[in-house]
């Protein structure tokens, strides 16, 4: 008989027993399933619900459980349903009626709640130090490429000069926002929701508070019925996840495009790429392009939940089992991709000269050609067109702007004279965008001392 079947004339369907289960994903909140009844149990001792002896067999009865399903000397059942239900019938048959007093003052709704938050509260953790060494990944690289003149670029067209160092360290931001976002979430889900019941918390003398220590929450829900009903902290986390995924696909759409003939700025190791299996000479970028695919799919486990969550009314429904695949999915697909991200970075080969090159023969100083002339005192849109000309000029006879004589120059302003040649030229260009927040490698050199101050700051390892 089901644990719950007291009410029951008739056995359940199988099909309903398989449709009706989560034990085949929920398995996994073993563990902090049975850290949630032993704080509970021993709480109950302390309130004198239960006996100190019957905490402590129960407690002892846990442990051996735990032990147990660690050395896979214990099988989970469909027939009860989740890991909650198993674990509650692994324990009477092991410990008998005292077993049968642990679920006191206690419903799978605010069980599961505990479950969920002590789980995610780990994997954040996990999630931290692989975040941590990206972070740390990128801001290496930048500091061994202060000086790498590379093109920046809008439309994916050649724009301005800039540095290598500058555009990793505009993904370092990026990854910087989501370590924030991701701390956020953490803050908003320490909040301990056992007590809260099935909806309406518990007529025993339950002291929730001496959970929440045992547990080492924070904070206390502070509505049952929300207590049992809220997933938004699965929500945040999953949107951080999102978001950090499209971070990780932007990256990876630059990777595959560096890594290509066309550009040539990259080389991925070989242990980071693979071939194909009928032509010889191809070496393919396939980590970059499943981070960019997997994208999708943690897109759509936030969708689902977000789906699944916005027509529920108050509290629980059985609907809000559908939370744990795809939060539990986001877990493994951002751990998986930020593991396998650092070391292919670290072992990418970045092409400097070539990177240079296609920045001088991309017209990248035509800005600063443009701001040249204002400087001698033209009108900005008058400068502006005079530069667009000398340009179109460039590309019919195959020069760049550093190519051109001053007879030349002068052939379209007078205004022009040998000064035009140290402000066009590419290093310069990048040196002279020194305010905050720009390119040049003295403003560069100050936001890697900023960002190693924020890694120092946050490095999970000093906890």
């Not at 930048?142 to 920046?152: E, F, L, Y």
């Not at 949107?239 to 990876?252: D, K, N, P, V």
Request: proline content about 4%; glycine content about 6%.
């Amino acid at each position: 008989m089901k644990l719950w079947g007291g009410r029951f004339n008739k056995k359940t369907s199988e099909l309903v027993d398989d449709f009706n289960a989560s034990i085949s994903f929920d398995s996994r909140l073993y563990k902090q399933d049975i850290r949630g009844s032993i704080a509970h149990a021993r709480m109950l001792a302390l309130q004198g619900i239960i006996t100190p002896e019957e905490a402590s067999e129960i407690e002892k009865g846990l442990i051996s459980i735990e032990k147990d399903l660690d050395a896979g000397r214990l099988q989970f059942s469909v027939t009860a349903e989740d890991v909650h239900m198993n674990i509650e019938t692994f324990l009477i048959e092991r410990i008998g009626e005292t077993g049968k007093k642990l679920h006191t003052a206690r419903s799978r709704n605010d069980q599961v709640a505990l479950d969920i938050r002590l789980y995610l509260r780990s994997e954040i953790q996990a999630i931290k130090i692989l975040l941590f060494e990206l972070l740390s990944t990128l801001h290496g690289l930048a500091g061994q490429h202060v000086d790498t003149i590379m093109p920046g670029y809008t439309h994916l067209q050649k724009a301005q000069p800039l540095t290598l160092a500058h555009h990793l360290l505009a993904y370092l931001e990026m990854l910087r926002r989501d370590w924030e976002r991701l701390n956020d979430a953490e803050r908003r889900m320490d909040f301990m929701p056992l007590g809260s019941g099935a909806l309406a918390g518990s007529g025993f003398p339950i002291n929730r508070d001496c959970v929440r220590d045992d547990l080492g929450f924070g904070n206390l829900t502070r509505n049952s019925l929300d207590g049992v009903s809220d997933r938004d902290f699965a929500l945040e986390f999953m949107s951080f996840g999102a978001i950090l995924m499209m971070h990780l696909s932007r990256l990876s759409e630059e990777i595959i495009l560096w890594a290509s003939d066309e550009f040539r700025f990259i080389e991925l190791d070989d242990a980071f790429s693979t071939g194909s299996s009928i032509m010889p000479q191809k070496k393919n970028p396939d980590i970059a392009e499943l981070v960019r695919g997997k994208t999708g799919r943690v897109y759509g486990n936030l969708m689902s939940l977000l789906t699944t969550m916005k027509g529920l009314p108050l509290a629980y429904n059985k609907d809000m089992q559908e939370d744990k695949e795809p939060l539990f999915d986001t877990v493994d697909t951002v751990k998986r991709s930020l593991a396998i991200y650092s070391p292919m970075l670290q072992s990418t080969r970045f092409n400097v000269e070539r990177m240079y090159q296609a920045a001088a023969r991309g017209f990248t100083n035509a800005t600063d050609l443009a701001d040249y002339l204002v400087k001698q005192g033209l009108p900005f849109r008058e400068a502006h067109s005079i530069s667009g000309k000398i340009v179109s000029w460039c590309l019919e006879r195959g020069k760049s702007l550093e190519e051109m004589t001053l007879p030349e120059f002068q052939a379209f302003t007078p205004v022009i004279d040998e000064t035009v040649y140290p402000e066009i030229d590419l290093r310069a260009c990048v040196e002279k965008r020194s305010l905050f927040g720009g390119p040049a490698p003295s403003t560069v050199k100050k936001a890697l001392d900023e960002a190693a101050e924020f890694l120092f700051r946050i490095d999970p390892h000093k906890e």
